[in-house]
């Protein structure tokens, strides 16, 4: 649960919240250098282990794969232009709306842009997650997009981001929670995420924990059709 908190935080505008992150994760020249990202991941679904795999490709192709004793049973890729998600053997185009959002990040490390590319940032408080104290910010992409997320006061990290979406007249709400940084190349990147999912159905929890994580690795167009 998140709790408001009293100012304990020395009060921080958006912009420098969001300057310390992109610093306290390795600074703005050697995201840069990262054209590519491959993570390796495991997850448990209801008892089930899977393996993920997870490409991104500058500035916004992407893929992500999960498959269970070696049978792919979920795989979304966006190849810059247009993507499928395929479930079971389903296979379904991303919609109008899915496609805007892919196109929408300008690059692997979406802090970088939030200064060029119309995205409104609003600082909301500070906030209790855990035993760590965050500044919230609200932040809203050029098209309307709406997320909120959390920093760590101490650190600079990002622990948490918070958005709401529609699919098929649907309201789900999502919550990422990132953990375990660990440094790869010049870069802290998360090695724990908890991705929570409320539906009208219910709450999803997933674990995904990443084994590995692969700097510009030789990605082609090919890994994203």
């Known amino acids: 649960a998140v709790k408001q908190e009293a100012n304990t935080a020395p009060a921080k505008s958006p912009n420098v919240i969001i300057s310390d992150y992109i610093q306290a994760i390795g600074g703005e020249a050697a995201l840069k250098k990262i054209t590519a990202i491959q993570q390796n991941a495991e997850l448990e679904i209801q008892g089930n282990k899977l393996t993920m795999t ?4 500058a500035p916004n192709l992407s893929s992500n794969e999960a498959a269970m004793m070696g049978q792919t049973v979920m ?9 499928y998600q395929m479930q079971m053997g389903k296979k379904a185009d991303l919609s109008a709306d ?3 959002d892919a196109k929408a990040d300008k690059g692997l490390f979406s802090q970088l842009d939030y200064a060029t590319d119309g995205t409104k ?4 408080g500070v906030a209790t997650l855990g035993s760590a104290t965050a500044y919230k910010l609200n932040v809203t992409s050029a098209s309307g997009k709406k997320k909120t997320q959390y920093y760590d006061i101490k650190s600079g ?4 981001e918070e958005s709401t979406s ?9 919550t990422f929670d990132f953990s375990d940084y660990k440094k790869v190349g010049d870069v802290l ?3 724990k995420i908890v991705q929570a999912m409320q539906t009208p159905m219910g709450t999803q929890e ?9 700097i510009n690795p030789a990605l082609q167009a090919s890994d994203f059709n």
């Open 54 to 57: 997870m490409k991104k490709l």
């Open 98 to 100: 899915e496609i805007a």
């Open 75 to 83: 795989k979304q890729v966006f190849n810059g232009t247009t993507g």
């Open 121 to 124: 940032l609003e600082a909301a």
């Open 157 to 160: 990290l990002l622990l948490r």
């Open 206 to 214: 997933l674990n995904i924990i990443i084994k590995e994580i692969k």
């Open 189 to 191: 990147f998360p090695h």
């Open 166 to 174: 529609k699919k098929q007249g649907t309201e789900i709400s999502q």
